[in-house]
């Protein structure tokens, strides 16, 4: 078996010209839509490490406001969980209709599949991504959006995290996955004592969703019709419709997670593939049907997207490794 070995990157945007910090930054969060009072004068430094599944970042930021909106919703289908652990400074914001005010020593959850806004002065934070089915492995059909630890195992877990960058630095490769179970199982602890837990959901039903989500996602140019599905999975039809009954139906949740990977694909100037080709490997033979399909989610059309794209001028920074970039894939690999 190969060993893990320690993946880590350190950014620092007072490095780049003014003009470039914030662009840098919101390429490397495109996972967000970041709004901030003056991009010249915005900065930031911090640390990241591949924890795998984990991405985990220790941030200096300055004042931000960060937000997940319907349309980047249905443009990326994110489906994992974020938490932040706050250090210094505080914030306020809405997650999806729950008002959320922040101090120092708060861990924040946030469903990357939900709405959210939040808008944070001057900050020091620990964030964390986590796959939604690692999280369900501990705690199936957690439902954490807007929900924030305090006191009881929510402050023992928080003295862990405020360790954890020193024991990361620390850590042998080795360890990395017993580090991000230990990680994992300590949160669902502090779910668990904070009555965080669908009771509408069974845990099988949140198994099998975890586990259909897992194979889409890595399926999502092979036969993902419902027949194949339930073999591939070994379970009825009836159990996976149930599932997925709150996300419109397994056909409609296969449906937008291969549009958002043709959009993710169309952004990318590198993508040579014409939008037929695209399309006809995610399953759309009808490219009539598609444009319209795609149209209706996203509010224009494929072509539109890819002109958009190459439209964007590419930022250019004197720093040869480009973490901006780096830490970009490591979040796609591990949302």
Known sequence: MTEPQRERLEFDLANLPAEARFRTWQAAMA?????????????????????????????????????????????????????????????????????????????????????????????????????????????????????????????????FLRDLPAALEDCAPGDLPDMARLLRDLLAGALRQAGRREAAETPTEATLRSRARRYISRNLTGDLEVGSLCRELGASRSSLYRAFEREGGIASYVQRRRLARIYRLLCDPAERRSVSELAGLHGFHDNSHFSRLFRRTFGFGPRTVRERAAAQPPIETPLDDKPHEKFARWRELEG
Not at 53 to 73: A, C, K, Q, V, Y
């Open 31 to 159: 996972f967000w839509d970041l709004e901030t009072a003056d991009p010249f004068a915005f900065d930031g430094r911090g640390r990241s490490w591949r924890v795998p599944p984990l991405l985990i970042s220790d941030i200096h930021l300055g004042p931000l406001t960060f937000m997940r909106t319907p349309e980047l919703i249905l443009a990326d289908q994110k489906d994992d969980i974020t938490l932040q652990f706050l250090l210094t400074g505080q914030a306020v914001g809405d997650a999806d209709g729950v008002a959320l005010t922040l101090r120092a020593g708060d861990i924040a959850l946030q469903d990357m599949s939900r709405p959210l806004k939040i808008a944070a002065g001057s900050v020091h934070m620990i964030t964390i991504a986590i796959p939604r089915a690692f999280l369900d492995d501990a705690l199936p059909g957690a439902e954490v959006h807007g929900v924030v630890l305090r006191g009881g195992m929510g402050a023992l877990f928080a003295g």
